[in-house]
């Protein structure tokens, strides 16, 4: 089992950037991959960035290369820092953590609102 918590969503204009922050509640080492994924209202909710224990990454089209996955693993922690925010970045992003048991867990979820 894993606990997990985002921050760092909030409101910004476009243009602008953010850092999303997901603190996991285990050593890293111990989870396959983590990363994140989005839903905005009425969408279904899609895949971010992932990185894997091995330090792989895998970006989806949706954040046309202004997104970034990384990990600090002392701090049992994964970051999306997001830049050149558009309007259709607006959604809750979700950090995901997949165990080496196969169990996949999900944060609650963070708010992005990129204004126009």
């Known amino acids: 089992q894993v606990q997990l918590v985002e921050s760092g969503g909030g409101l910004v204009q476009t243009g602008g950037s953010l850092r999303l922050s997901c603190a996991a509640s285990?050593?890293?080492?111990?989870?396959?991959?983590m990363g994140w994924h989005r839903q905005a209202p009425g969408k279904q909710r899609e895949l971010v960035a992932t990185?894997?224990?091995?330090?792989?990454?895998n970006y989806a089209d949706v954040g046309e290369g202004r997104f970034t996955v990384s990990r600090d693993n002392a701090k049992n922690t994964v970051y999306l820092q997001m830049n050149s925010l558009k309007p259709e970045d607006t959604a809750v992003y979700y950090c995901?953590?997949?165990?080496?048991?196969?169990?996949?867990?999900w944060g609650q979820g963070t708010q992005v609102t990129v204004s126009s």
């Open positions: 990185i894997t224990k091995g330090g792989t990454t």
């Open positions: 285990r050593s890293i080492f111990s989870i396959n991959a």
């Open positions: 995901y953590a997949l165990l080496a048991n196969g169990n996949p867990y």
